[in-house]
Structure formats: structure tokens, C-alpha cells
């Protein structure tokens, strides 16, 4: 039997320290227990340690050391693209030298020389910048090369890290992205295909994700609020009318990179060719005049085609007694014969859009 004396008496100096010893041992193991729970439950747990490896080597390989990352900027890190690898500079992109002129004017200059615009508000470096135009034309490389010859960090985002996730961590992760590109600024966040995240708000949106659009504009606007802020959104998109109309205001610097013209073709082919085996009696402009609609992506797919002809040949004609010591040049034949081959992959590809789209 408990005396009622046992409750009412105050409880001694050592009893009350055991009770707070033991509160605490237990308040500890119930933590640990209910983070290991949902840790073990968590899906993403496993992208999430592999995310933070591949990190972890990146910012070792860009040289960025004490920077305290936090869980979600670890996981947007894994997105840097380690600019040993990236090889792409303005001499690697043909036909596009007025946006480039352009870029370098309003991008690059304020960041390679800040000082000179160290003043002026109005000089700064644009915070949002749009690329846009079909497919294949050379958007990506722009931004990179960019990236690369401002010295800029490289965050290539895609938008499927934002919005693959549980309720309320694309969120976190959206804030991350911002976080993680002012620490290591000056850097690009590269968006490619903003139109498919960044699109009209409609009322069919999923509320995370309409929640999530709001916060990524908030966040894009605080670096506004930071005159120093040397961090650059910038996004690509092959159809810039289905991007929402806040958004656009966001991205006032914009450059139309549009389907290569004739001469732009002749300079791509050129440089394409450059240091390839190429007959001395092949005519570009003959094969930028046969390739007209090709973009880019599509004339380097066709002088592929052509150099594998080229090899078929050569260890086609050979036999047992006189082997393939070296593959023959390019000539015009083939690639007369590539553009053919390109253009009917072309229309076979737009006729299946077309059954696509009427299905749908
Ligand atoms: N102007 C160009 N000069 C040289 N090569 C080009 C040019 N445009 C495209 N290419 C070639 O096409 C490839 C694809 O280009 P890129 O990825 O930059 O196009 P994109 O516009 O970003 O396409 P997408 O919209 O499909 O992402 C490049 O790797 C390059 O080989």
C-alpha cells in the first residue's frame, strides 16, 4: 500500500537529478528510435547518401572547401557539373556570334570585371536569362560555354529534381538550389526545359507544386534584394508562349536562338569538318544549301552518318590481301547521302508527332 505521505513529500536533490537523468536517456532513445524509422522508411534515403557522395567529390574536384552544406543543398550539389568537364567554349559554337556578342556584353563583362560596375545598379548583371528556340540549336552549349568563360559554378537543374519528390521537400530542395548557388557564387542555376516546371499556373496545378512555383519566384526575387548577389538563373525552352507570364518578367534578358540560316549551316559544317579527313573538292555550301531545316544537333548527326560511310567503305573494299590500312575522306557523295538519310528520318519522325497528336 502507498502511503498518501509518499506523493506529498518533495522529492529529494538525488531523486530528482535520477528522474531527470532518466527522462533524458529515454527522450534520447525515442529521438533516435523514431530517426531511425523514418529514415528506414524514407525511399529517397538511398538517392539521398548517393547524392551526397557525388557532392561531396564535386566540390573536393571545384576546389570548394569550409562551405557548410546542409542536407538539401547536398543533394542540389550533386547537380554541379565539374567545370574540368566541361569543355565547351565559345570556338566550339558556330554561326552564333551576334548572341554571343550579346552575352558577353550583359552577362559575362559585369562578372569578369565587377569592379568596373561596382556602382551602378543599373549595370549589373542580369538576375534571369531566357534562352530560347527549337530544339538542337545550341542552347545548352551557350550556357555552358557562358558559364565556363564568366568563371561561374554551373548548377545544371533539372526540373525533375524539384518536383519528383514527397509533399514539402521540393520546397526545401527549391530553397536549397538558392542557398547552394549563394554560397558558391558567382554562379549559373541552368534550367533546362523551364517551360515544363515553370509553366502557366493553371487550376488543375497539384497544390505543392502551384505552392512550390510561388516559392521558387520569392526565392529568384531575394537575390534581387542582395545588390552584390552574383548568381544568375538562367533557362532554356523550345517553346517560351507556355511559360508563365512572372516568370517572363523574371527573364528580361532574352536570346532567340533560332533554326541555323544558310550561312549560319555553312559555318556549323565547317567547323564540324574541321579536323576531320574531309576530300579537298567537297562543297559546304552545296550541302548547307541541301540542308535546309537541320538544326544544329541534326547537321552533326548527318557528317556522322556520312564519316561511318565512309568507314563502311573502306573495310568493305578490303580483303584478306590487301587489308584496311587507313579509311578514304569524306566526299560530297556522302554527304549528299546523310542529308538524305537525315531528312527521311526527319519526316518519319514528324509523321509519328502527327499520329501522336491527332490521337491525343
Ligand atoms: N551552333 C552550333 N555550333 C556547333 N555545334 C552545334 C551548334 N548547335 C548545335 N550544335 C551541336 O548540337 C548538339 C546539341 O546542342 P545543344 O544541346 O546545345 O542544343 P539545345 O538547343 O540545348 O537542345 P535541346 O533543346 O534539345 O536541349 C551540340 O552538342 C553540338 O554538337
Given at each position: ?24 536517456i ?84 559585369p ?25 538542337g ?122 533554326q ?5 549551316r ?11 579527313s ?44 590487301s ?5 578514304r575522306?569524306?566526299h ?8 538524305d ?20
Amino acid at each position: 500500500m502507498v502511503h498518501g505521505e509518499a506523493f506529498s513529500r518533495p522529492l529529494s536533490r538525488n531523486e530528482v537529478v535520477g528522474l531527470i537523468f532518466r527522462l533524458t536517456i529515454f527522450g534520447a532513445v525515442t529521438y533516435f528510435t523514431i530517426k531511425w524509422m523514418v529514415d528506414a522508411i524514407d525511399p529517397t534515403r538511398k538517392q539521398k547518401v548517393e547524392a551526397q557522395k557525388q557532392a561531396e567529390k564535386l566540390m573536393r574536384q571545384i576546389g570548394v572547401k569550409n562551405v557548410k552544406l546542409t542536407e538539401y543543398e547536398m543533394s542540389i550539389a550533386a547537380h554541379l557539373v565539374d567545370p574540368l568537364s566541361m569543355l565547351v567554349t565559345w570556338s566550339d559554337i558556330a554561326g552564333l556570334d551576334d548572341v554571343i556578342t550579346d552575352l558577353k556584353d550583359t552577362v559575362i563583362l559585369p562578372i569578369r570585371k565587377r569592379y568596373l560596375f561596382e556602382n551602378s545598379r543599373l549595370l549589373q548583371p542580369p538576375k534571369g536569362v531566357l534562352l530560347y528556340g527549337p530544339p538542337g540549336c545550341g542552347k545548352t552549349m551557350i550556357a555552358k560555354a557562358t558559364a565556363k568563360e564568366a568563371g561561374c559554378r554551373f548548377i545544371n537543374l533539372q526540373p525533375s529534381t524539384l518536383t519528383d519528390k514527397w509533399y514539402g521537400e521540393s520546397q526545401k530542395l527549391a530553397a536549397a538550389v538558392f542557398s547552394l548557388a549563394v554560397k558558391l557564387q558567382p554562379s549559373i542555376i541552368f534550367i533546362d526545359e523551364i517551360d515544363s516546371f515553370l509553366r502557366s499556373r493553371s487550376s488543375s496545378d497539384h497544390e505543392a507544386t502551384a505552392m512550390m512555383k510561388a516559392q521558387f519566384m520569392s526565392l529568384w526575387d531575394g537575390l534581387d534584394t542582395d545588390f552584390n548577389c552574383q548568381v544568375i538563373v538562367m533557362g532554356a525552352t523550345n517553346r517560351p508562349q507556355d511559360l508563365d507570364t512572372a516568370i517572363m518578367r523574371r527573364m528580361p534578358t532574352r536570346f532567340h536562338i533560332n533554326q541555323p540560316s544558310l550561312k549560319q549551316r555553312e559555318a556549323i559544317l565547317d567547323l564540324i569538318l574541321r579536323n576531320e579527313s574531309v576530300d579537298s573538292h567537297v562543297d559546304l555550301m552545296e550541302i548547307a544549301r541541301g540542308s535546309d531545316g537541320f538544326s544544329g544537333s541534326d547537321l552533326k548527326e548527318m557528317c556522322r552518318d556520312a564519316a561511318l560511310l565512309c568507314v563502311r567503305d573502306s573495310v568493305n573494299n578490303s580483303s584478306e590481301e590487301s587489308p584496311c590500312e587507313e579509311i578514304r575522306p569524306i566526299h560530297q557523295q556522302d554527304l549528299l547521302r546523310a542529308i538524305d538519310k537525315m531528312k527521311r528520318s526527319k519526316s518519319a519522325t514528324n509523321q509519328n508527332v502527327l499520329m501522336h497528336v491527332s490521337l491525343d
